[in-house]
């Protein structure tokens, strides 16, 4: 299993990835839906926050709460990507 440090190194990367990409598509198409866009990245910003509060703050069994908020943190940058994708058709 991966160390809490890694997880949380994890967790600020992806969800930085999501908000530059938002970003990136404001800047690049101006004229497209920019406030889909910044309501992406203040959803990537929340699952940072409630993400990290889990990470620090373990409940249970300390394998299997890593484990499922790791999981969460895949799902929700996925589903996040997925929504900037679609924004640019």
């Not at 484990?67 to 990507?81: I, T, Y």
Request: hydrophobic share 45%; glycine share 2%.
């Amino acid at each position: 299993m991966a160390s809490i440090r890694n997880i949380k190194k994890d967790i600020v990367y992806l969800t930085n990835e999501v908000v530059l990409d938002a970003c990136i598509f404001i800047n690049l198409y101006p004229e497209k839906k920019q406030d889909e866009a910044l309501a992406i990245a203040n959803k990537a910003l929340d699952l940072r926050r409630d993400l990290l509060h889990r990470a620090n703050h373990p409940e249970g069994k300390a394998k299997a709460h890593y484990k499922a908020v790791f999981n969460d943190l895949l799902a929700g940058v996925d589903e996040s990507f997925r929504q900037i994708s679609a924004l640019t058709k």
